[in-house]
Nanobody, 119 residues
Framework: QVQLTESGGGLVQAGGSLRLSCAASGRTFSIWRMAWFRQAPGKEREFVASIGWSGGSTSYAVSVKGRFTISRDNAKNTVYLEMNSLKPEDTAVYYC????????????WGQGTQVTVSS
């Protein structure tokens, strides 16, 4: 199995930046795609960004494109989310997730890390 350990959440002022990290351990050789999701109070969980094994295939939600950057370091089995120009509406619990080669759904999830952006 894969275990995910998140870090980097916190409180930041609007316009500021934050960098989230999620380190995978366990059966990391089975990881293919890694992603970030978020869930704000009163809203459903939404997709934020994802990245393929080589780092060349990235996808972003329209709401964060141009402000957030997803990257991964396979040597460290870690995925990152660089968040710039943060807005109060970015406030949410952020979750990292992974799926293995040949899988259609994200099958492993982190516990979530809180990001709060003050106005």
């Amino acid at each position: 199995q894969v275990q995910l350990t998140e870090s980097g959440g916190g409180l930041v002022q609007a316009g500021g930046s934050l960098r989230l990290s999620c380190a995978a351990s366990g059966r990391t050789f089975s990881i293919w795609r890694m992603a970030w999701f978020r869930q704000a109070p009163g809203k459903e969980r939404e997709f934020v960004a994802s990245i393929g094994w080589s780092g060349g295939s990235t996808s972003y939600a329209v709401s964060v494109k141009g402000r957030f950057t997803i990257s991964r370091d396979n040597a460290k089995n870690t995925v990152y989310l660089e968040m710039n120009s943060l807005k109060p509406e970015d406030t949410a619990v952020y979750y990292c997730a992974v799926r293995g080669l040949g899988q259609n759904e994200y099958d492993h999830w982190g516990q979530g890390t809180q990001v709060t952006v003050s106005s």
